[in-house]
């Protein structure tokens, strides 16, 4: 387990590229496959008894930053827009209240990492020395999991589906502006 864990330690995670972002479906998408990423390290180090500091604070400043901004793109963006043009007969709203209510609840749990994350980083110790500490991180890591896999299985073909040119392209639109801020 740890010849894995330190060859991910290279921190082969990287953004997409932010031309994608005009083409809003497959941002997500690749946004999606890089959260799994994220997802097995957690789980990778939830398991390794070594100390990989430079990967705990690069995953707390994930989570805090890119998961935050992540979850705001679709919440403010994506959803909507999809509640917008979803017909009856799709029965999505269930899945978007569904994938709203599991926002919060991650929200919570990240903060948890977080904190696990920094308390271990002061100690320099590995989170995996700590049973509830191991457990949280397990944790997060199956949840997001379960997420990403809903959205990739209900709402990206929902949108492929359902949202028009000009949806897109005004989607696109919005999430490179949102790029633009701080």
Same mark, same amino acid.
């Given at each position: ?68 901004? $992540?979850? =705001?793109? +679709?919440?403010?963006?994506?959803? /909507?827009?999809? @509640?917008? #043009?979803?017909? !009856?007969? &799709? ?55 379960? $997420?990403? =896999?809903? +959205?990739?299985?209900?709402?990206? /073909?929902?949108? @492929?589906? #359902?949202?028009? !040119?000009? &949806? ?15």
């Amino acid at each position: 387990m740890a010849t894995m864990l330190h060859q991910a330690l290279d921190w082969e995670i990287d953004a997409p590229d932010e031309t994608l972002r005009a083409d809003p479906l497959e941002w997500f998408a690749a946004e999606h496959a890089r959260h799994r990423q994220v997802c097995r390290l957690i789980a990778e180090l939830a398991e390794d008894p070594g100390f990989h500091g430079e990967t705990m604070s690069r995953l707390a400043a994930f989570i805090r930053t890119d998961l935050a901004r $992540h979850v =705001a793109e +679709e919440e403010e963006e994506l959803f /909507p827009l999809l @509640r917008f #043009r979803a017909l !009856p007969e &799709d029965e999505f709203e269930t899945a978007l209240g569904q994938l709203t209510a599991e926002h919060r609840s991650e929200a919570d749990l990240a903060r948890r990492v977080q904190d696990i994350l920094a308390e271990r980083l002061a100690a320099g110790q590995s989170p995996a020395k700590d049973p509830e500490a191991q457990g949280v991180l397990r944790a997060f890591a199956a949840q997001e999991l379960q $997420h990403l =896999a809903l +959205e990739n299985a209900v709402v990206l /073909p929902i949108a @492929r589906l #359902r949202l028009t !040119p000009d &949806d897109l392209a005004a989607l696109g639109r919005r999430l490179v502006a949102r790029s633009s801020c701080p």
